[in-house]
């Protein structure tokens, strides 16, 4: 079992910056993957950027590449997600997820955070 907790969430302006925090605790391989996803109103949930334990191994989502940022402290068993040149379409409800594997596949992640709201602001 793996409980997720986010924070970090809140408001800014376009072309402004968060840092979304994700803290877990529990079994410590299956949170070997550990990544977040984001849900708008009225969309499905996306994801957005995965991180192996190791740290070298990162997948984006094409609409973040550039601007977001994944990265992750394991003696804190913390991942980040520094956001950066935030658009009004960033705007959504953003989850931790964890897995034991990291892919190009966004599907399979059986641990999830509560959420943290960002909106961004035009």
């Known amino acids: 079992q793996v409980q997720l907790v986010e924070s970090g969430g809140g408001s800014v302006q376009a072309g402004g910056s968060l840092r979304l925090s994700c803290a877990a605790s529990?079994?410590?391989?299956?949170?070997?993957?550990m990544a977040w996803f984001r849900q708008a109103p009225g969309k499905e949930r996306e994801g957005v950027a995965q991180?192996?334990?190791?740290?070298?191994?990162?997948y984006y989502a094409e609409s973040v590449k550039g601007r977001f940022t994944i990265s992750r402290d394991n003696a804190e068993n913390t991942a980040y997600l520094q956001m950066d040149s935030l658009k009004p379409e960033d705007t959504a409800m953003y989850y931790c997820a964890a897995r034991w594997f990291c892919g190009s596949n966004w599907s399979g992640f059986g641990y999830w955070g509560q959420g943290t709201q960002v909106t961004v602001s035009s």
């Open positions: 529990g079994t410590t391989y299956s949170s070997n993957c």
């Open positions: 991180i192996y334990i190791g740290g070298s191994t990162t």
